[in-house]
C-alpha cells in the first residue's frame, strides 16, 4: 500500500502544548519505538480520547481534550524521512489492522504539521477495533 499525502496523529491538549515546546513530534519512549500515525482520522481521534482518559485518570490537569494534529506525509517521504506501515506484532500480526497505521521511527519536526484541533470537526462517533463506526454510544 502505498502512504497518503496525509497522516493523522492523534494525542491531548497537555501534550500538544509539549511538543510545540520541542518543535517535535517525538518516538515513543514505550511500546512501538516510533511516532505513531494513521490514515484514517477517526483512528487519531480514537487513540487521542483514549490518551485523554488516562490524563483524567491520572489527575493530569483540567487541560484534558483530544487533539488531532495532520502531518504532511508527502513532504516527509520528499525529505528522506522513512515512513512504513504497520501492524503491531505484540497482538497478533493483523489483529491491529484496523488501525491502518503508519510509522515514523524517527521524531518528526513539527514543521511537518499542517493543522490542529481537528478532532472538533469529526462527528462524534466512536471508532471500534474493526474500524466500523458506531452510531450509538453506550452509556453503560
Known amino acids: 500500500m502505498t502512504i497518503p499525502d496525509i497522516l493523522f496523529h492523534g494525542t491531548t491538549a497537555r501534550r500538544w502544548q509539549g511538543?510545540?515546546?520541542?518543535?517535535?513530534?517525538?518516538?515513543?519512549?514505550?511500546?512501538v519505538n516510533a511516532v505513531s500515525?494513521?490514515?484514517d482520522p477517526?483512528?487519531?481521534?480514537?487513540?487521542?480520547?483514549?490518551?485523554?482518559?488516562?490524563?483524567?485518570?491520572?489527575?493530569l490537569g483540567l487541560n484534558a481534550e483530544p487533539i488531532i494534529l495532520a502531518v504532511d506525509a508527502k513532504a516527509?517521504?520528499?525529505?528522506?524521512?522513512?515512513?512504513?506501515?504497520?501492524?503491531?506484532?505484540?497482538?497478533?500480526q493483523g489483529n491491529c489492522d484496523w488501525e491502518r497505521e503508519v510509522v515514523c521511527w524517527t521524531d518528526v519536526p513539527l514543521r511537518?504539521?499542517?493543522?490542529?484541533?481537528?478532532?472538533?470537526?469529526?462527528p462524534n462517533r466512536a471508532i471500534d477495533r474493526r474500524g466500523a463506526r458506531n452510531q450509538k454510544r453506550r452509556t453503560a
Open 19 to 31: 511538543i510545540q515546546e520541542d518543535r517535535l513530534l517525538r518516538v515513543a519512549p514505550l511500546g
Open 112 to 122: 511537518f504539521v499542517k493543522e490542529t484541533n481537528l478532532a472538533f470537526t469529526l
Open 76 to 92: 516527509l517521504l520528499s525529505e528522506g524521512y522513512k515512513l512504513e506501515r504497520f501492524s503491531d506484532p505484540i497482538w497478533g
Open 37 to 39: 500515525m494513521s490514515d
Open 42 to 59: 477517526r483512528v487519531a481521534l480514537y487513540f487521542a480520547r483514549m490518551a485523554v482518559y488516562v490524563e483524567l485518570s491520572e489527575r
